[in-house]
Nanobody, 114 residues
Framework: QVQLVESGGGLVQPGGSLRLSCAGSGIGFSRVAMGWYRQAPGKQRELVDRIYSDGSTSYVDCVKGRFTISRDNAKKTLYLHMDSLKPEATAVYYC????????WGRGTQVTVSS
């Protein structure tokens, strides 16, 4: 059974930083291209970034240079380091593979506000 558990969210001021974690179980984690998704209030869930099994990454333009996705295959954990956070980053953040084929976890709330 696949289980994805996100953590690390919270309330942060604009310009601040957060690091999110996603613990995966039940999947061949090291072989799967993984991604972080987010869903802001009233909006559809969107893919923010992804990391492939070889470690290469891609990002949507609005987070390039500020977000960093990484993975620890031994720990089956995905990370998202977010710097210079803006209010528009406020959303629930989820992890999944890049095709979003697994059941969604509960996500972790990120709120950027002064």
């Amino acid at each position: 059974q696949v289980q994805l558990v996100e953590s690390g969210g919270g309330l942060v001021q604009p310009g601040g930083s957060l690091r999110l974690s996603c613990a995966g179980s039940g999947i061949g984690f090291s072989r799967v291209a993984m991604g972080w998704y987010r869903q802001a209030p009233g909006k559809q869930r969107e893919l923010v970034d992804r990391i492939y099994s070889d470690g290469s990454t891609s990002y949507v333009d609005c987070v390039k240079g500020r977000f960093t996705i990484s993975r620890d295959n031994a720990k089956k954990t995905l990370y998202l380091h977010m710097d210079s956070l803006k209010p528009e980053a406020t959303a629930v953040y989820y992890c999944n593979d890049f095709r979003a084929q697994y059941d969604w976890g509960r996500g972790t709330q990120v709120t950027v506000s002064s």
